[in-house]
């Protein structure tokens, strides 16, 4: 199980903020020079940061290279040291996520997916991304953002604000359900490409490399034709003229190529060698409406036309118009009868039809429950399934007036439930970037037609960052993507 997005944290940040205490105040920032509106103390924002960062690794993970994560976090901290706000507890990070995006939260919480280090092409690049998201931090943009927009006032959707014991077995499909982020706005961009450019320079990175960055992630939209933009896109908003903006601000610094440290393209490659690339099919896939997952060997059919959300602790489906959701994760304790009674017997739910049963060979308790919420009441249907070891909770519900609709669709998909034996569907493998030399001249395109990629020849000249009849040098190292 994990995740497709990144909005669920904006549940996390939601509730951080909810349970500090604000005041109100006129702050400068030091980063910035601006007064802004303040109701955020630093301990707050650090706290903030802090339970969200919980909430991040848990629904995203972290990709397990301990070498790449701690290369991350000591060219973070590099620059970190530079800025306006040394002393906050940077935290650097690479989520297990195949997603172009990279982003910030308060208190110096700052996250790199495997996806957009697999279209980076050098340390530069990497600096220039981490600088940029440090000067959201150091430039304060989300506590002003949540200062005036009053965030912890705001509501959570159809699926807002259930009794607190729910948390555990809804609070991941809320999130889900609501899907809000708090975004940046253009403005902050502009601010935070400056700081990054600033940042970059303080630390000897070739800050012309942020432009080359700029032009990868617009380059990762077109290839999309805008149907899957980077993650990075909907929570960056960009400013018009961006990269003209970035050459003259660099120009203005009035500093020579001679006084950055030679950008080290191969290095940077080296430590990409057998990455996981694009999604990995091991921690689950879907076809059509069926979720495959090959570690924990189950298949589960969602209603037909739902979208599918798979999490690291919760897949998640929800119907087109996002009133309805269907969960599966595991629950936290070790018998069925436990399970079940902690939701159907909590205080705010009254359940009715609980029994016992069996769903394709498998021993469940299932029944229908009605719960409580500050904005109406929701009903569902919740299976608790033991499996491998392991006891998995599924529940469905939409608000109370919307689910004779979905009743019928929740309870087939929650009897379709069942081990995963399909020999096929167990043995799939994630593809992985290959670094290779090239030993004589040649285009990509060539290359592509000698060391065949799982991927065309647009994308791989994507990640590449060069034309498909660019020529590669004798020497020059390449990626490749293939699946084994």
């Known amino acids: ?90 935290t650097f990070r690479v989520v297990d996520d195949e997603v172009v995006n990279a982003f910030a939260l308060p208190g110096g919480f700052i996250y790199v997916t495997r996806g957009i280090l697999s279209t980076l092409n050098n340390e530069a690049q990497l600096a220039g991304v981490l600088g940029h998201e440090i000067g959201h931090v150091t430039a304060m943009h989300s506590v002003i953002r949540i200062s005036e927009t009053q965030l912890a006032q705001l509501g959570l959707g159809v699926a807002g604000a259930v009794a607190p014991g729910l948390q555990d077995y809804m609070g991941l499909a809320a999130a889900g359900l609501q899907l ?23 630390v000897h990175e070739n800050p012309q490399e942020l432009i080359s960055v700029m032009q990868t992630l617009e380059q990762v939209s077109k290839l999309s034709g805008g149907k899957a933009i980077p993650e990075w896109s909907s929570t960056h908003p960009t400013p018009a003229n961006r990269e003209q903006r970035l050459a003259e601000q660099i120009k203005s610094l009035g500093v020579g190529e001679q006084s950055y440290e030679p950008v080290d393209r191969d290095g940077y490659l080296q430590r990409l060698a057998g990455m996981v690339y694009g999604p990995d099919p091991r921690k689950g896939y879907s076809q059509d409406s069926t979720f495959y997952h090959p570690e924990m060997r189950f298949l589960f059919v969602f209603p037909n036309g739902w979208k599918i959300i798979n999490q690291k602790t919760a897949v998640i489906g929800l119907s087109p118009k996002q009133d309805a959701a269907v969960q599966i994760s595991l629950s936290r304790e070790k018998s069925l009868d436990a399970a079940a ?122 990640i590449n960052q060069v034309e498909p009849d660019a020529v590669l040098q004798p020497g020059q190292l390449v990626k490749r993507v293939t699946a084994k």
């Open 180 to 202: 809000m982020f708090l975004k940046f706005s253009r403005d902050d961009e502009m601010q935070a490409d400056e700081l990054g450019v600033r940042y970059m320079a303080g």
């Open 341 to 462: 009674r902690g939701l159907f017997d909590q205080e705010g739910v009254s359940s009715s039809e609980v029994h016992r049963a069996k769903v394709n060979g498998l021993s469940t308790w299932t029944g229908a429950f009605t719960a409580r919420t500050a904005e109406g009441d929701l009903d569902g249907q919740a299976t608790f399934i033991e499996y491998g070891g392991r006891i998995y909770q599924l529940i469905g519900y939409s608000a109370q007036a919307d689910w004779p609709r979905y009743s019928a669709d929740v309870l087939r998909a929650l009897s379709s439930f069942a081990e995963l034996t399909d020999p096929q569907a167990l043995s799939v493998k994630p593809m992985r970037l290959r670094i290779e030399r090239v030993m004589q001249s040649m285009t990509l395109r060539e290359f592509q037609q000698r060391n065949p990629s799982a991927i065309s020849i647009e994308e791989l000249a994507l």
């Open 1 to 90: 199980m994990r995740t497709k997005s990144l909005k669920a944290i904006g549940l996390a940040l939601l509730l951080a903020a909810a349970s500090v205490a604000l005041y109100t105040g006129c702050m400068t920032v030091g980063a910035t020079g601006e007064q802004h509106l303040n109701l955020v103390s630093e301990q707050q924002e650090i706290q903030m940061g802090r339970e969200a960062d919980g909430q991040i690794v848990a629904t995203m993970g972290l990709y397990p290279d301990e070498a790449l994560q701690g290369y991350v976090k000591a060219l973070g901290e590099r620059i970190a040291a530079t800025t306006e706000r040394p002393t906050l507890p940077w």
